[in-house]
């Protein structure tokens, strides 16, 4: 198993940037897949971006271009960076982790985003 913590929420204006950070409790190197959903009020938890063990990335046409996510395996973290953020991309963002293929996801907590002037 894993536990994730996510951080690096916050308040930022249209048109900033933020980092999100995920910290797994153990070596991330190994594990098939791992992402970040997002949920804002009064509408479903929605994909953002992903990223395979072998490095296949894969994103949200609503992100694609201003969202980058990236891991460090060394430091056992994922990371998403957003930039040009709109109103829009507020939301709980989630981190997720799915061990091996066909296995369920591991959530952490959320963190929560706000873009607004």
């Known amino acids: 198993q894993v536990q994730l913590v996510e951080s690096g929420g916050g308040l930022v204006q249209p048109g900033g940037s933020l980092r999100l950070s995920c910290r797994a409790s153990?070596?991330?190197?190994?594990?098939?897949?791992m992402g970040w959903y997002r949920q804002a009020p009064g509408k479903q938890r929605e994909f953002v971006a992903r990223?395979?063990?072998?490095?296949?990335?894969n994103y949200a046409d609503s992100t694609k271009g201003r969202f980058t996510i990236t891991r460090d395996n060394s430091e056992n973290t994922l990371y998403l960076q957003m930039t040009n953020l709109e109103p829009e991309d507020t939301a709980v963002y989630f981190c997720?982790?799915?061990?091996?293929?066909?296995?369920?996801?591991?959530w952490g907590q959320g963190t929560q985003v706000t873009v607004s002037s």
């Open positions: 153990r070596s991330i190197s190994s594990i098939f897949l």
């Open positions: 997720s982790a799915q061990l091996g293929v066909g296995e369920a996801y591991i």
């Open positions: 990223m395979y063990s072998f490095d296949s990335r």
